[in-house]
């Protein structure tokens, strides 16, 4: 029990598969975790086990939820259409309480496996406006799990680390590249089709285009 050890929430996308990259450069054994939520596009998981294997993790987990049991997404309800022009606001896009549920089950398999750091690609520049994507989102739950667990009560504290939370879309890419990361293996795409291919016009795939232009670097994206 002595290594370290780190629980990454692994999508398929850009920024988790950075996250890896660089939880990995600093020593952790990698245990990655994604969900099966009801999501549109489902061709993200098959890039996260991709990128998964690319990058030499401990174990992935797939956990099986039901989002789409509840709706309210353009990711989680097909009669939502998924916008392919900028809109102000938080974009229907948002998935109600998406990340606390998923950092909450990555906390409950961090207890077990030991591990006191938990990794997610949170992103607070080049992000879409979501409310749980804020860096006040991230200190509160870390708060919130040293509450909440055996291990925080007997001061084997978490942390919620967010590496990317200040970096824009072409930092975050150069660094990826510098770690390793291949980015042709991963899906941004909300409506990325069952082969993965990008749609090229959503909010995600204008971030994701956009960062590779800015760096500088050739886009990998497979379009449709």
């Known amino acids: 029990m002595s290594e370290k050890r780190a629980v990454i929430l692994l999508s398929g996308g850009l920024d988790s598969a950075t996250v890896v990259a660089l939880a990995r450069a600093e020593g952790y054994a990698c245990h990655t975790m994604s969900f099966d939520y009801g999501q549109r596009h489902r061709a993200e998981l098959q890039a996260a086990e991709r990128v998964a294997r690319q990058l030499g993790v401990m174990e992935h987990k797939v956990i099986g939820l039901n989002l789409n049991g509840i709706g309210g997404s353009a990711l989680t309800d097909t009669s939502i259409a998924v916008p392919e022009t900028p809109g102000e606001g938080i ?14 089950l990555a906390l409950g398999w961090a207890e077990v496996l030991g591990a006191r750091d938990i990794f997610i690609g949170v992103n607070a520049v080049d992000y879409s406006g979501y409310p749980d994507c804020r860096p006040e989102f991230i200190a509160a739950f870390e708060r919130m799990a040293n509450l909440a667990t055996k291990a925080g009560v007997e001061g084997q504290g978490f942390r919620i680390r967010a590496p990317l939370q200040s970096l824009s879309k072409a930092q975050i890419i150069q660094a990826g590249i510098s770690h390793g990361v291949d ?9 990325a089709d069952d082969q993965g291919r990008a749609c090229g016009k959503c909010d995600s795939c204008r971030l994701r285009a956009a960062g590779f232009v800015a760096a500088g ?6 379009y449709a």
């Open 217 to 222: 670097v050739p886009d990998p994206t497979h």
């Open 91 to 104: 974009p229907v896009t948002y998935v109600p309480a998406r990340n606390t549920v998923f950092l909450s």
């Open 183 to 191: 980015y042709a293996l991963t899906v941004s795409c909300y409506q």
